[in-house]
């Protein structure tokens, strides 16, 4: 079957796609922003633009990100957008490889395919030692990434891999440059997510892709992470995660100084499908009844976790607990306990929470119980630690935490 790339952008008219019903489900969600692709590796750009024609706007005469973004100030949401246009230096290389009658090969079409480089020894896996982006690829990269940011006017803007290649970064130092004086100029406060070592600290987010850190962060970072567990789309094979598998992923960031983006994949008419749609309510009503833990909070002083420590790195997010596991965060005069065991006694028991000797809690606690019930728990507390008495036995559905 001779059916190229350019075919399928043609085909792509996502009829059913209403931004307004989106921002509904992710404003239930409890999120307080969205970030959705403004350009993936591929080269489309999901909103109108000047410097290449294969644009939404120009393709099917909507621009999405235009929609998404009037639909979320009207839901009080916060417009971000993701960039990936740094990959397109090479992404359709394999086709070039192994297609050699495909219109990416030919070199058709180039303003859709771009250069689409091989590395030189043939491997498509060694991008980054063997490919080098040009000077010319490096200044339309500059001029495409700005003209995103004025036309989709976003909050924060993420970059995917790529841009940590030495030669991007006089250009990706320009962008920053650029983008931040925008935000002065709207008089909004912007930043930028990155992964691995792109940015110096302090100029920027860093991002941990499916995975976590192993200890607190002194700076605000951000895990990114996605519902189905094989895919960032959707495809009729998508393993999804459970909304208790999200919730825990998501307390482990929040207590390590971290924010939480959660992708959805939509389906190609433009629906959120149904499994993603009741994991994101489903988040939502623990938000309702958990967010004072969540929002505003801050890292514990005394220890963000305790029990089984994470690995440090991307890709390493299956993690199992047991209910010897928590986590925790503080508001001034409150400390909010995670147990993150799926089966939890009758008595927790947390060393953490301990009366100060070396280590331990100065705190006077002058009441315990779980949010969504003002009803006190009984507890004790010495030398080895907090014992919080929960009544009964719990199956941990990550319905409640203890204050």
């Known amino acids: 079957m001779n059916f190229e790339y350019r075919n399928l952008v043609e085909l792509f008219k996502p009829d059913k796609f209403n931004p307004d019903e989106w921002a509904d489900i992710f404003k239930k969600s409890g999120a307080g922003y969205i970030m ?94 063997e490919i080098f982006a040009t000077e010319d690829y490096l200044k339309e990269w500059l001029a495409s990434a700005c003209e995103m940011i004025d036309k989709n006017k976003p909050l924060a803007v993420y970059f995917d891999w790529w841009i940590h290649k030495d030669e991007f970064r006089p250009y990706l130092k320009k962008f920053l440059a650029y983008y931040y004086n925008r935000g002065v100029e709207w008089g909004k406060e912007v930043c930028v997510f990155y992964k691995w070592g792109a940015v110096f600290n302090g100029c920027a987010v860093f991002d941990v892709e499916r995975g976590q850190i192993n200890g607190v962060s002194g700076s605000l970072w951000q895990n990114d992470t996605a519902i189905a567990k094989n895919s960032w789309g959707y495809t009729n094979g998508n393993r999804f995660k459970t909304p208790a598998e999200i919730i825990r992923n998501m307390i482990e960031v929040f207590a390590k ?78 400390i909010f306990v995670f147990p993150m065991g799926e089966n939890l006694p009758k008595t927790l028991k947390i060393k953490s929470l301990r009366r100060a000797n070396e280590g331990g809690i100065r705190y006077k606690i002058e009441k315990i119980h779980i949010l969504g019930s003002q009803k006190s728990l009984n507890y004790s507390q010495n030398e080895k630690r907090l014992e919080i008495n929960l009544g009964e036995k719990y199956k941990n559905k990550i319905r409640r935490i203890v204050k």
């Open 257 to 334: 100084n971290g924010c939480y983006m959660l992708n959805v994949g939509p389906k190609a008419n433009g629906e959120i499908c149904e499994e993603e749609k009741s994991a994101l309510l489903e988040i939502g009503k623990w938000l309702q009844v958990n967010g004072e833990a969540v929002y505003g909070s801050y890292p514990f002083e005394v220890a963000f976790s305790e029990g089984k420590k994470s690995k440090n790195g991307a890709f390493k997010e299956n993690k199992k607990f047991s209910s010897n596991d928590y986590y925790f965060t503080e508001k001034p005069g409150k």
């Open 36 to 129: 959705p692709v403004g350009e993936h590796h591929d080269g489309i750009k999901m909103y109108e633009s000047s410097l290449n024609k294969w644009n939404m706007m120009n393709l099917n005469g909507r621009d999405y990100m235009a929609e998404l973004h009037c639909a979320c100030d009207k839901a009080g949401l916060g417009f971000l957008i993701s960039n990936h246009r740094a990959e397109h230096f090479w992404f359709f290389n394999t086709a070039r490889k192994y297609y050699p009658e495909s219109e990416a090969a030919k070199n058709m079409y180039p303003d859709l395919y771009g250069p689409a480089f091989v590395p030189e020894s043939g491997n498509v896996d060694k991008t980054d030692k």
